[in-house]
């Protein structure tokens, strides 16, 4: 019988905590219209509110205590001792899955809340994007709880690359485009520009809203924004709880990152409790944010019609290489996580697809786990950790927050695979 107990109380923001005061969001020097002005235009009240709110603890409403109960929460904290066993390590590995609730990723515990508040305002249409699928999963299912309608923009690449994930979107009753589409004006400017464009997340980012702003409908966000990270803390809070149940002290604290709501929603409730000697965000190579992106203000989506942020960012016109991490191809992090790199409380790492195949492969033959390519960035470096305390004879404890699962993601990994082969 899984323990509900642990499903918190209450989600916890970081910022109060911050070693300095985040940079806030502001509109260009030049703007035509305010962007501030704007999300009230499309964000849910509740929503823009705990945004920017400053409150280091906030209430989880009952009613999204037991949405998070019926969709399996609290996750599970595994220990990975086959893996352990196979890497020869003393370091005790745990994996917090999230790949166990129904849409496979950590993405719905934002969905939820965020859904549950459009409905508490009498919306009945809300819109979003998506890139590798998890998140536009995740709205569908949260939309069809409440009983409202989503359309959902993917960015074409990973449209092509995943078609199981339009399906189950559309089986949870969300209206699917590959984006860039001739749905928005942003959307049309940009295949007139190039036809065969493969997209971005800003772009499918800028389109979604463009579209809400259309009809009138809300505009749910999936990543990057303070309030999201806020609603991913639930993992970090339950991964606390559970190994204060277990006795065990954690050293080493890792997640993956495209935006950065689940490392943050992961770690940050560590940091905040004074838990964790190192903290260790991974993305990826080919999307070298961390290496060789700049801290400034830049927009979050394409068309620049969301705020300014203070971010590491490669530039909201960035276009991704066609990676299989679609979940990672995003051009910015988020500003509370880019201050904390910058500040050199979290270190980075990044790691190309061959790295994090071979990792997958591993963790799939020694625990039977099939991960997300995302998820697969965070155990390569949870493997190099635990071969290093191997060197260094050192029992540590690694928890990383194994953010989804890769069972719609077979076809990419085949491609992998047929790709390394090649090279051989």
Not at 91 to 114: D, L, M, V
Not at 249 to 276: H, M, Q, R, T
Request: hydrophobic content about 40%.
């Amino acid at each position: 019988m899984v323990n509900t107990d642990l499903i918190p109380k209450y989600w916890y923001n970081i910022v109060p905590d911050l070693p300095k005061p985040l940079p806030p969001p502001r509109d260009p020097p030049d703007a035509e219209f305010s962007r501030i002005e704007l999300l009230k235009k499309i964000l849910p009240k509740e929503v823009l509110r705990q945004q920017f709110t400053i409150e280091r603890f906030i209430k989880i409403p009952e009613e999204v205590r037991d949405r998070y109960a019926a969709i399996g929460r609290p996750t599970p904290l595994i220990r990975a001792k086959r893996l352990e066993e196979y890497l020869g390590t003393p370091a005790k590995i745990y994996f917090k899955y999230e790949g166990a609730t129904p849409t496979g990723s950590h993405k719905i515990n934002t969905a939820i809340p965020q859904a549950y508040f459009a409905y508490k305002e009498g919306v009945e249409h809300v819109v979003t994007e998506t890139g590798a699928g998890q998140w536009g999963t995740a709205v569908a299912l949260a939309a069809s709880m409440y009983n409202m309608e989503s359309t959902i923009f993917m960015v074409k690449v990973s449209y092509e690359q995943k078609p199981m994930r339009k399906t189950i979107m559309e089986l949870y009753g969300g209206n699917v485009y590959p984006s860039p589409t001739d749905l928005t004006e942003f959307g049309r400017k940009v295949l007139k520009e190039n036809p065969n464009h493969p997209g971005s997340l800003g772009i499918a980012m800028s389109e979604a809203i463009e579209y809400a702003l259309t009809y009138g409908y809300r505009y749910l966000v999936g990543s990057v924004l303070d309030v999201v990270l806020l609603h991913q803390s639930v993992i970090g809070m339950e991964a606390i709880a559970q190994l204060e149940e277990l006795g065990e002290e954690p050293d080493v604290l890792i997640g993956c990152v495209g935006g950065g709501s689940n490392f943050g929603g992961f770690v940050y409730p560590f940091i905040g409790a004074k838990k964790g000697k190192k903290y260790i965000a991974v993305g990826a190579a080919e999307v070298p944010k961390f290496s060789t992106g700049k801290y400034e203000y830049d927009f979050p989506d394409s068309a620049g019609l969301l705020p300014l942020v203070k971010m590491i960012t490669l530039g909201k016109d960035y276009v991704p290489p066609s990676i299989y991490a679609g979940g990672l191809r995003y051009h910015g992090v988020a500003p509370s996580l880019s201050l904390l790199v910058r500040e050199k409380i979290i270190e980075w790492r990044e790691y190309g697809e061959e790295d994090i195949f071979e990792a997958a492969q591993l963790v799939m033959k020694t625990q039977g786990i099939v991960p997300a390519p995302e998820t697969s960035h965070a155990l390569r470096a949870v493997i190099d950790e635990a071969l290093e305390a191997k060197k260094k004879n050192e029992k540590k404890v690694i928890v990383v927050n194994f953010s989804g699962h890769g069972l719609l993601d077979l076809g990419n990994y085949e491609s992998i695979r047929k790709r390394i082969g090649s090279k051989k």
